[in-house]
């Protein structure tokens, strides 16, 4: 699967690139296919894009948002993937509530990851997936060792265990984020060279499993070794 790396001299100029790069694909999905449906990333690291985009000047009413994955938490807690990115961001457009499909945490993870396998099972397809990638190599919530890594059967799986808190999660699935569209990965900061490194390098990652048909998009600053530039092929900014 290609992997395009794209560099940046840091994080202000990384995120101007995302911010264009959305910018520019969600209008070609407005005027083709009428919506824009994108995942987004949780963590702190994308936090400044979604700043960025509330500014940003589109047909909300057209977007249709969906979570690469959550914590097991109360609805409004501040912990939430989806409170980061309503505080950050969506609660300040205006797009239509039933179209920002978070995810419900139910009486258990079980039932939640299931209740969201549902929701999936309806959406219309992905136009963009949002990645982030940790410093242990997990990506969304799909930690290196899990088994439910590479299950292909569901859309999203409940995970028990997460080596960071909260222990329970959902997530989508690798089978679920591998539908995508288009696949953009934001990688920044010097702690996370070494993941980025050996994912690159071949190591058997989370974010190996997700194998979308047009390849994936890692935006980064991280200055690679020469063979690792090799191995994947550098895209311009």
Same mark, same amino acid.
């Given at each position: 699967m290609e992997k395009r790396i794209h560099y940046y001299a840091g994080p202000v100029q990384l995120v101007d690139a995302l911010y264009n790069g959305i910018a520019g694909l969600s209008a070609r999905c407005l005027e083709q296919r009428g919506c824009f449906s994108v995942v987004l990333a949780g963590g702190s690291t994308p936090q400044p894009l979604y700043r960025r985009l509330r500014h940003f000047a589109t047909d909300w009413q057209r977007w249709h948002i969906y979570f690469g994955d959550e914590r097991w938490l109360p609805v409004g807690d501040p912990g939430r993937n989806d409170a980061m990115a309503a505080a950050a961001w969506l609660d300040h457009v205006p797009i239509p509530s039933q179209q920002v499909h978070r995810i419900a945490p139910g009486t258990s993870v079980v039932d939640a990851a299931a209740a969201y396998a549902a929701v999936l099972e309806h959406a219309r397809g992905f136009d963009l997936a949002l990645l982030g990638l940790g410093e242990d190599g997990h990506t969304a919530s799909l930690f290196p060792g899990d088994p439910l890594v590479g299950q292909g059967d569901t859309l999203a799986i409940a995970v028990t265990n997460a080596p960071k808190p909260p222990a329970q999660r959902v997530s989508m699935s690798a089978r679920c984020l591998s539908s995508a569209a288009a696949v953009w990965y934001m990688v920044t900061g010097p702690g996370k060279r070494e993941a980025l490194e050996s994912w690159l390098g071949g190591a058997q990652l989370p974010p190996e499993h997700i194998r979308p048909r047009n390849g994936i998009d890692v935006f980064t600053d991280?200055? !690679?070794?020469?063979? !690792? #530039? #090799? #191995?994947? #092929?550098e895209a311009c900014p």
């Open positions: 991280i200055t !690679l070794p020469g063979e !690792l #530039r #090799r #191995r994947s #092929r």
